[in-house]
């Protein structure tokens, strides 16, 4: 199981735990699609390579973002008790 999958079945509540699973799924499904959608976009503009330079650039301010705006996403820890994922 994905540690991403981890987290949204340890962390959500049971009542919405479905829907939640669901959307992250999609999520996990869409995303790569709309990833290799702007990668062609921005390659077509420009250069391959400088699409993965953007791309990488992009994901880095991204995930600083995601860091400093969520700072309980970044001490989140799995429950003792949970299983090992691999």
Known sequence: MPRRTALVQT?????FRGRVSA?????GAGGPA???FRAGVVASATSPGASAVIGGALS????????A???????????EDAPAVA
């Open 34 to 36: 709309i990833g290799n």
């Open 60 to 67: 880095l301010v991204a995930t600083v973002a995601l860091a």
């Open 23 to 27: 959307a992250e799924s999609v999520v």
């Open 69 to 79: 705006g969520l700072p309980a996403l970044r001490r989140w820890r799995a429950p």
């Open 11 to 15: 962390a959500t509540p049971d009542r």
